[in-house]
T-cell receptor
Framework: DAGVIQSPRHEVTEMGQEVTLRCKPISGHDYLFWYRQTMMRGLELLIY????????DSGMPEDRFSAKMPNASFSTLKIQPSEPRDSAVYFC???????????FGPGTRLTVT | QKEVEQDPGPLSVPEGAIVSLNCTYS??????FMWYRQYSRKGPELLMYTYSSGNKEDGRFTAQVDKSSKYISLFIRDSQPSDSATYLCASCKNRDDKIIFGKGTRLHILP
């Protein structure tokens, strides 16, 4: 398996623009997670899905953030409008049945100017 | 107080030394304790996990949990330059519960 795939790997955008991050989980995995990592706050869980259904979105910072999982092999995280404080590395991860064993993608490095 | 705390480092040790990385946690309900390793510009990867208290050994790595003091440790024997990475400790209550990560400790092994 190719592992968790994320795109784009790097995104530079201007404040106010819409940003869409994409993720393809490992085939057969039931859970999908979106994380954000910064030096100040570390690795934070934004939202996770089980069988395409959002289970916990308590980590989503505000209404500017939204996530969807239309099918088992694709998820998006959208930020609209983007702000400089959204600059971070965003990771997607997936797991089969045991949530302590997660497989992370390479991340998307987002810079909002 | 964050639920899982760890010193950010950096920690620099000479090659071949024994490395000790530590975390504390606050939630008594945590039952699973994990160590993830993250190389620069990469995603974290699960190194090993422990259920409840006790030790677990995997090659040069030993994970230790003391639930009475809420203390998590990772020992690396015969450290190698390839061990240079950020090590994140993490915990959760059950196998179907979300993980809480520490901020990570940056480790440098000097050749």
């Amino acid at each position: 398996d190719a592992g968790v795939i994320q795109s784009p790997r790097h995104e530079v955008t201007e404040m106010g623009q819409e940003v869409t991050l994409r993720c393809k989980p490992i085939s057969g995995h039931d859970y999908l997670f979106w994380y954000r990592q910064t030096m100040m706050r570390g690795l934070e869980l934004l939202i996770y899905f089980n069988n395409n259904v959002p289970i916990d979105d308590s980590g989503m910072p505000e209404d500017r953030f939204s996530a969807k999982m239309p099918n088992a092999s694709f998820s998006t995280l959208k930020i609209q409008p983007s702000e400089p404080r959204d600059s971070a590395v965003y990771f997607c991860a997936s797991s089969h049945t045991d949530l302590y064993e997660q497989y992370f993608g390479p991340g998307t490095r987002l810079t909002v100017t | 107080q964050k639920e899982v705390e760890q010193d950010p480092g950096p920690l620099s040790v000479p090659e071949g030394a024994i490395v000790s990385l530590n975390c504390t946690y606050s939630n008594s309900a945590f039952q699973y304790f994990m160590w993830y390793r993250q190389y620069s510009r990469k995603g974290p990867e699960l190194l090993m996990y422990t259920y409840s208290s006790g030790n677990k050994e995997d090659g040069r790595f030993t994970a230790q949990v003391d639930k009475s003091s809420k203390y998590i440790s990772l020992f690396i024997r015969d450290s190698q330059p390839s061990d240079s990475a950020t090590y994140l400790c993490a915990s959760c209550k059950n196998r179907d519960d979300k993980i809480i990560f520490g901020k990570g400790t940056r480790l440098h092994i000097l050749p």
